[in-house]
């Protein structure tokens, strides 16, 4: 029978007789319906075709027309639907199911490119939530150094802090071209162990470095990054300059446009050194190079999937990165490394040009080696830019004076108390005591600041049951990936990984994802009611908090608080309220100022 384009009124209205509404995710019946485009093999890596912005990639077999759906088939995509639905039902359905398959393949067809968001969007700011939106001057710390003359060993700057270098080039003491030089020499010495060099943009580098020395013998300063190198965690588009997003498939892409964020740090007179190595697609440390290792311990990956940006930054190979999170992708390799991260507010920078991987919990920030200099970042970076709908035109009114003490800071008392379980192994037993040594130190070094600590909890609501909207988000960036099969062509393909998460991902419920949507809202709201009570809140990095704030937009700086026994660094995380970054980082700071955790260097020669 030939079957008619489906009427969607019509078709949710027999679906709703039966209690499914828009119940079934659209692959469910697709796949069911397709299994030769299922089951289709990837073309061989010799002849694998680019996905990228210039020429659109095709399948390497033609994908068949999909079959039609069954009464059997309805009532296996139920039982993934978890809805029951009579016998006598089934036939009813057929004809619109059958239609619905064609609008599948319409939307398909039109092989929408990554940047192109869905129509709905995600705003951490519920209704009535106000905020200040006077901008004053940036107010930062008296850099260490000042006065000092450049070292006589240039590389003995590398593992300054951008407010430092930033000081010794404004006073003509250090010249931007001998730091891009120096950061350039270091990124290659070390590429070769630590594996975090997708491309280095030397060309673009010298240019810029040369007009940022120019610019100051002319008077022109562009502020606290001018000359500073740095480096982009290779899911930021640069013009002239592959974008690989660290996959397999993708290792000669090509976009025609400088993000947002880049724009801005050559505005702010900053100097791109190199594009850096992320987890393919924004998974893990592995790439289609290898695996990004840890400076502090190199037969260890760097975690991820801001891989690259955190394991060269701690090896003082640039002056700062920008990474990103959807779920831990900052606070996880920063911990790891031994650097200072920042996850701004969803909503506060411009993803511009960026990869996307999940449209509601993507967001893009520093990562550093101190507090401050997550600070002068942001300053840079931040405020819409008529493009990312989503972000929000609030001032960051950073102010280095501004003193804890005279916050109210909250704890998580749950989570730094929690102890091992009784069943479990000695060492994981002797690994948890020494962890939570490690962060209930932090407490002590806030109350000698003067802090008063109140105690804090978390939203009791099934946080973790929402984790699948970032699958299904992740899933839709990378459908026609799934479809064709191109899947097979990332390094990394385990259960946990990437190409089986967008397959599973297929059977999510439509429904289910609105309805866990309306559960964070909840979320929101009872996070909105904490924050009536405390204005920053200290908590073990992999603590609850991690999936909540991650699902809700807040803030969070995560910075070193310690090292295990094996040499590798741990941290503690900071968080606060929507948009209320300084107030967090002034927190952050105090802590940081009192420690020396930060000023550690990895032993980096010592390894080789």
Known sequence: MQTQPVDRRKFLTVCSN???????????????ANPAAASASAPPATEAPRLDTKIPAAPSKPVAKPGAVTREMIASAATIAGVVIADEYKDMMLEDLNGRLESYDAIHKLKIPNSVPPALRFDPVLPGMKFDRTARPMRPSVSRPAGKAAPANIDDVAFWSVADLGDMVRRKKISSVALTEMYLQRLKKYNPVLKFVVTLTEERAGAQAREADRDLARGKYHGPLHGIPWGAKDLLAVKGYRTTWGAGGFEEQTIDEDATVVKRLDAAGAVLVAKLTLGALAQGDVWFGGMTRNPWKTDQGSSGSSAGPSSATAAGCVGFAIGSETLGSIASPSTRCGNTGLRPTFGRVPRTGAMALSWSMDKLGPICRSVEDCALVLNA???????????HDIPFNWDARLQPRDLRIGYLKADFDRMPKPDDKPEDKARRLASMKLDQAVLDVLRTRGVKLIEVKMPDLPFGAMRPLLLAEAAAAFDELTRSSRDKLLTAQGPNDWPNA??????????????????????MEAMAAIFKTVDVIVAPTFSSQLLITNLTGHPAVILPNGFREDGTPTSITFFGN???????????????????????????????
């Not at 970076?381 to 972000?391: A, L, S």
């Not at 420690?595 to 020669?605: A, F, G, K, M, S």
């Open 18 to 32: 039966f209690g499914l509404a828009s119940t079934l995710f659209p692959g469910v019946l697709w796949s069911l």
């Open 381 to 391: 970076i931040y405020g819409p830019d008529e493009q990312d709908p989503v972000v």
């Open 578 to 608: 929507l948009f209320a970054e300084a107030q967090l980082l002034a927190t952050a700071r105090a802590y940081q100022e009192a420690t020396t955790w930060h000023l550690q260097r990895p032993p980096l020669d010592a390894a080789k």
């Open 502 to 523: 967008f397959r599973e991902a297929r059977f999510i419920p439509a429904v289910e994802y609105i309805n866990a949507n309306r559960a964070r809202t909840l979320g």
